[in-house]
């Protein structure tokens, strides 16, 4: 009995005294819930020990840099997602060990240059030159042992949980589910707007029905969205496009040159305000012209200012169609129908 | 061609000139006017057929890309078997070995109508061979398709906005890219099919009339036997009855339209095996028939209010609404919890939130049918028209009568549904035609009207009347000239853009002449001359129905995608060292193995660059034996030469890829043209357990032989080895003439 105590005290001193300068889980899962979001800071001395060996957890280290001057647009974008998912697995699992497999540990970990002054001494331990950078430490290894992994191509919460997918298959646990941070801002917006139009239909009951039932309000509110639609919007929206480009000197492109399926955020813009200005236009010919006919009837003037001003509507007219059209040859570049080169079309 | 394209818009605008210049009147204004019409339908429907035959002229009478393959295969087994056979058709040379319920799985519309076509020509003496009937399908349906447009059309305004309407649908291109001469797809005959529905649908509605609805609801099963799409019109109706009940444009005609289209449509539609009882389980129909139950509640509602005094009916109507709410509420709850009904499934959720189906369904996201679209796309199919139609549907709105209330309803819808998939830029198509041939019939209404100069007892001065028309020329010369470009642009976007067959593929010779690459019926045709009937080819799924079309050889999968398993085992085998893939492939009783490889020609879209979805897709199905991650290089890049990872030149698909590669290049440099990677014959491992049988003029399509067992029942490997040390020579590989080629 005595004996047996004394074996497992040698033991458990042996054991402490090899795991002497790597972190166990517990220090780890305690540093880990005395941070706001489940990420072990590493500093400068504490780096070494957290990620030195024998481990054996899991440990998804992220090198990155929030100094302004630096410009790290990847970082900042980044660093978010990166919160919800430390957060998302802190939160189901305090001490960091898998509860459908007690062998499996998962730690977070993040490294931040926020100064230019004094660079982390872990940065220059591995040479990082490109941030961010995910590091993903197995059990086992050493300190230089770990694999580099890609940042998730989707943003926002869709990157955590492709990420988080990813990692599941990796340490091999399943249970790992994202915990969404609830964006209060869309929940306030919707209590106001709700607030605001029920406080509109009591205060002016006939306005609201009027407007409700205008078939103008409803045309101009299609004919936006159609115009939105043809524009090339939802491809924006579903594929996260940036709104512009740029060039190799650093210039800003507006439109992507000779690629017919992709587009940059403003040039749907561009082209809905085009197609807008264009059914404006035509509805002017076609609802304006002949009001105004019936109001000027019999004058001499009348015919005079209608010219002028329907030849003022088909030129500008023409030259927004001729903008469409060399819009599409900088897509398309092979195309022959400019409107602007009129030459070229007569032949 | 395109002499004749043009020639529509010029007689169409002397119609419009003709009808509105009401000066005379007489037997021989009509006279005119309908030979007019007649010419200039002819001069329409000369004009859409013709444009189509783009592909047929430029390479030949031949069936195009992979679909069609398939139902040209399936016309086939129809016209030599009987249509009871047909609909019970168990095919078990796809799919082997599992093999596949076809007539239970398939819209039997567009091959009946074919084969009733064929029988029907035989019949008066014209035995036509079934392709030239499967080639000049869709052609002859846009004719028709042009018709009803023309038809349809007329409801919304009148002749002269029909005439253009039907015009811009004959050549629109983002109508003629599913329908050239030789793209033999269920849209080829869908979309007139379409356009009848609604034809009749609207006449019904406006004359609450029995016979015109019950034409809508045939025209709708029709439908339903030719296309999936089917769903878009089960929706748009109850939809457009919905709105007109908001609106407060209840009458007895409606409920007499909808109601007989609705239950002869549905009872109709269920008879189609492949839909058999969803239109009363899936929630795609669930709004047809929630319309169908408030169409009652309406009329009961408006019965009774004839019959009681108002304060009354006020009462009764808020206990009822609230009723009927709870029950509705409450019966719903408990169909879902019992399992009869599934109202929240995956695709319901992927039509609202664009980015569910990105997430969690990869197999819809992977398929480029169901992108999003471009702004450029919709200019190139549409021309003006795209920035005519936003003030179309505006001057609908200014109109507002119950059709217009429908093509408003149709625009938006529509316009948001082609925004999130490519695809559907084909039912967006007719509308834009629709609505902008009515928004210029519109202008042209005022502005081709040269009347003034004639009239002289106008209150203006000559002066006037003379700048008046001269305004009015102006304005309808330009957009004349916009008509005459729209022609133009269509022409050229059908011959440049889609009127390729994509199985014959158009090249360049060194010196700018037309060169054709007919790689892909040089290797089909190799299969049915030079193997055995019954071989099993394995080959990724795009290349199954080719197979099964072109070559008649069973197949492992194709593009039916019914099965992902399966898949998944073909891409396991592809994505696996020699000897598990050929342990895999004899278990399923694989003969050869074809694959497409472009690296000699530049041919992008060969199954090298595809191979990542056939890792993925096995990786899902074995996530421990075939890992995306190990095909990539250290800096995550995808790479063929030297530097490749292990496991990529370990794969089967690899060693097929460029199994003798660098000996086509006399310094033993291989040089990928589509990948521009250099591969030398060091980085090719030997191909132990596959022989190289065939490979087509530019290497397009490789086929392999999987080599019989050993018969000392030494493993393939060990027997190559010995075979190798045996005798040190290597053989020759036969060399395509690359040099011709750009």
Redesign the interface.
Same mark, same amino acid.
Do not use: D, H
């Given at each position: 009995m005595l004996f047996d105590r004394f074996v497992s005290v040698c033991i458990s001193a042996l054991l402490l005294a090899t795991t002497a300068l790597a972190a166990t889980r517990e220090e780890l899962a305690i540093k880990a819930q005395k941070s706001p979001n489940g990420i072990i800071e590493l500093d400068d001395y504490s780096f070494k020990d957290t990620l030195d060996a024998p481990r054996d957890f899991y440990l998804v280290a992220l090198l990155t840099c929030t100094e302004p001057g630096v410009g790290c647009t990847a970082c900042f974008e980044f660093n978010p997602v990166f919160e919800t998912i430390a957060e998302s697995w802190v939160r189901d699992h305090a001490e960091g060990i898998s509860l459908e497999d007690p062998s499996k540990a998962l730690y977070f970990a993040r490294a931040d240059l926020s100064d230019a002054s004094a660079v982390p001494e872990i940065f220059k331990f591995y040479n990082i030159e490109r941030v961010p950078r995910l590091m993903f430490f197995t059990p086992g290894g050493s300190i230089h042992d770990y694999h580099l992994l890609?940042l998730p191509q989707?943003k926002a919460n869709?990157g955590a949980?492709?990420f988080i997918t990813n990692l599941k298959?990796a340490v091999g646990i399943n249970d790992y589910q994202i915990h969404e941070p609830r964006d209060w801002s869309t929940v306030m917006i919707t209590a106001i707007a709700t607030f605001a139009i029920v406080y509109l239909f009591r205060k002016h009951n006939k306005v609201i029905t009027a407007v409700i039932s205008s078939? #103008?309000v409803?045309?101009?509110l299609?004919?936006?969205?159609?115009?939105l639609?043809?524009? +090339?919007?939802?491809?924006n929206? $579903?594929?996260g496009t940036p709104l512009a480009g740029s060039d190799n000197n650093g210039g800003v492109v507006y439109f992507w040159p000779n690629e017919?399926?992709?587009?940059y955020g403003i040039?749907?813009q561009i082209?809905s305000v085009?197609?807008?200005a264009?059914?404006?236009l #035509?509805?002017a010919?076609?609802?304006g012209?002949?009001n105004l006919?019936s109001f000027y009837? +019999?004058s001499?003037s009348?015919? $005079?200012i209608?010219?002028v001003i329907?030849?003022v509507?088909?030129v500008v007219?023409?030259a927004l169609?001729a903008g469409?059209t060399s819009l599409?040859s900088i897509?398309?570049p092979?195309y022959?129908?400019e409107?602007i080169k009129i030459s070229s079309?007569l032949s | 061609m395109s002499e004749i394209v043009e020639k529509i818009v010029v007689p169409d605008n002397a119609v419009t000139a003709n009808e509105e210049s009401k000066v005379t009147s007489g037997k021989y204004v009509s006279f005119i006017q309908s030979s007019l019409k007649t010419l200039i339908f002819i001069a329409i429907i000369v004009a859409s057929i013709s444009s189509r035959l783009f592909a047929v002229v430029r390479f030949e009478s031949i069936i195009h890309e992979f679909d069609p393959w398939f139902n040209y295969r399936a016309t086939q087994y129809l016209v030599n078997n009987s249509f009871k056979d047909f609909l019970n058709w168990f095919d078990e040379r796809t799919w082997y070995p599992l093999g596949r319920v076809t007539g239970g799985t398939l819209y039997p519309g567009l091959m009946t109508t074919s084969a009733f076509i064929w029988h029907a020509l035989r019949k008066i003496g014209l035995p036509v061979d079934i392709r030239n009937i499967c080639v000049l399908f869709a052609p002859a349906f846009s004719a028709i398709t042009a018709y009803v447009t023309y038809k349809l059309t007329c409801e919304l305004k009148d002749q002269k906005a029909g005439l253009l309407a039907a015009a811009f649908i004959g050549i629109v291109p983002g109508y003629i890219s599913r329908s050239v001469a030789g793209s033999y797809d269920n849209e080829a005959i869908a979309i007139t099919l379409l356009m009848a529905t609604f034809m009749f649908w609207i006449k019904g509605l406006k004359q609450g009339s029995i016979l015109n609805s019950s034409f809508a609801a045939l025209c709708y099963f029709y439908m339903v036997s030719a296309w999936g799409g089917y769903v878009f019109i089960t929706n748009l109706i109850p939809f457009h009855v919905f709105c007109l009940i908001l609106m407060g444009r209840y009458t007895a005609k409606i409920y007499v339209a909808y109601n007989t289209w609705f239950v002869i449509g549905t009872i109709a539609s269920m008879q189609i095996p492949f839909v058999g009882f969803l239109p009363i389980k899936s929630n795609d129909h669930m709004a047809a028939l929630g319309v169908f139950g408030l169409l009652q509640l309406v009329a009961l509602g408006d019965f009774v209010k004839t019959k009681i005094s108002e304060k009354k009916f006020k009462l009764i109507m808020w206990v009822s609404v609230i009723l009927i709410m709870v029950i509705g509420v409450a019966g719903l709850f408990a169909l879902t919890y019992l399992g009869l009904i599934a109202p929240w499934t995956g695709r319901f959720y992927s039509l609202w939130d664009t980015n569910y189906a990105r997430i969690h369904i990869p197999i819809i996201a992977s398929v480029s049918e169901h992108q999003p679209i471009t702004w450029p796309a919709f200019f190139l199919d549409t021309h003006f028209l795209i920035w005519l139609f936003p003030a179309a549907v505006f001057l609908m709105f200014m109109d507002l009568k119950n059709e217009h209330v429908f093509i408003i309803v149709y625009s938006v819808l529509c316009s948001y549904f082609a925004g999130v998939m490519v695809r559907l830029m084909l039912t967006l198509t007719p509308v834009i035609c629709i609505s902008g041939a009515v928004a210029l019939s519109k202008l042209f209404d005022i502005y081709l009207d040269f009347s003034p100069i004639f009239s002289t007892k106008t209150t203006g001065t000559k002066k006037s009347s003379f700048m008046t028309v001269l305004t009015r020329g102006l304005v309808s010369a330009s957009f004349v000239y916009y008509l005459y470009l729209f022609v133009h642009h269509c022409t050229w976007v059908t011959q440049s853009a889609y009127s390729s067959p994509s199985v014959v593929l158009p090249s360049q010779n060194r010196d700018g002449s037309m060169a054709i690459i007919d790689d892909y019926r040089e290797a089909y045709y190799w299969l049915r001359m030079n193997t055995d009937y019954d071989a099993k080819i394995a080959s990724w799924w795009d290349y199954g129905y080719q197979i099964g079309g072109m070559a008649d050889r069973t197949t492992l999968v194709d593009n039916n995608t019914w099965n992902n398993t399966h898949i998944a085992i073909v891409g396991k085998a592809m994505a696996s060292p020699e000897e598990v893939s050929y342990e895999l492939l004899k278990e399923h009783d694989v003969d050869y193995v074809l694959i497409i490889f472009g690296g000699v020609l530049g041919f992008g879209g060969d199954d090298i660059n595809k191979f990542l979805w056939m890792i993925r897709i096995a990786e899902g199905i074995w996530p421990e034996e075939v890992k995306e991650r190990d095909f990539f290089v250290n800096q995550g890049e995808f790479r063929v030469d030297s530097q490749a990872s292990e496991t990529m030149k370990k794969s089967l698909m690899y060693k097929m890829s460029y199994n003798g590669f660098a000996d086509l290049f006399p310094n033993g440099q291989g040089q990928d043209r589509v990948r521009q990677q250099v591969i030398t014959a060091d980085d090719v491992e030997n191909l132990d357990y596959f022989d190289e049988v065939f490979s087509s003029e530019n290497w397009l399509v490789r086929i392999y032989k999987l080599k019989d067992l050993d018969v000392e029942g030494r493993d393939l490997s060990d027997v190559a080895e010995f075979e190798r040390a045996k005798n040190t020579k290597r053989s020759s590989n036969k060399k395509p003439q690359i040099e011709l080629r750009v």
């Open positions: 890609n989707q869709a949980s492709e298959i078939k #103008f409803w045309g101009i299609c004919c936006a969205f159609i115009t639609m043809s524009g +090339g919007y939802m491809y929206k $579903m594929r017919f399926q992709n587009q040039e749907s082209v085009l197609y807008g264009l059914s404006i #035509f509805l010919l076609v609802l012209i002949p006919s009837k +019999g001499a009348g015919a $005079m209608i010219t329907c030849t509507l088909v007219i023409y169609f469409l599409f897509k398309s092979r022959p129908f409107l079309l | -």
